[in-house]
Nanobody, 113 residues
Framework: QVQLVESGGGLVQAGGSLRLSCVASGIVFRINPFSWYRQAPGKQRSLVAR?????????NYVDTVKGRFTISRDNTKNTVYLQMNDLKPEDTAMYYC?????WGQGTQVTVSS
């Protein structure tokens, strides 16, 4: 059974940083691409960043986070990270990790102005 567990969310002031983690189990981690999504109250869940497998290790970001967020993976720890710098109030949302078919439970990020 695939399980994704996120952590690292919290309350931070604008301009601050957080690092989200997503630990995966029940899968062959290194062959799976992973993504981070977010969902703000009253809005649809949307893609934030994506990282492909170790064979090509490509990353993609939504325009609103380019230059501020970095997605990475540690195949030895079955963990995907989202480093978030220069956070803005509009980054406030529940953040979710996803592999091909499975969602994590989410971790809340709140950025105060």
């Amino acid at each position: 059974q695939v399980q994704l567990v996120e952590s690292g969310g919290g309350l931070v002031q604008a301009g601050g940083s957080l690092r989200l983690s997503c630990v995966a189990s029940g899968i062959v981690f290194r062959i799976n691409p992973f993504s981070w999504y977010r969902q703000a109250p009253g809005k649809q869940r949307s893609l934030v960043a994506r990282i492909t497998t170790e064979s090509d290790y490509n990353t993609n970001y939504v325009d609103t986070v380019k230059g501020r967020f970095t997605i990475s993976r540690d195949n030895t720890k079955n963990t995907v990270y989202l480093q978030m710098n220069d956070l803005k109030p509009e980054d406030t949302a529940m953040y979710y990790c996803r592999d091909v078919n499975t969602w994590g439970q989410g971790t809340q990020v709140t950025v105060s102005s």
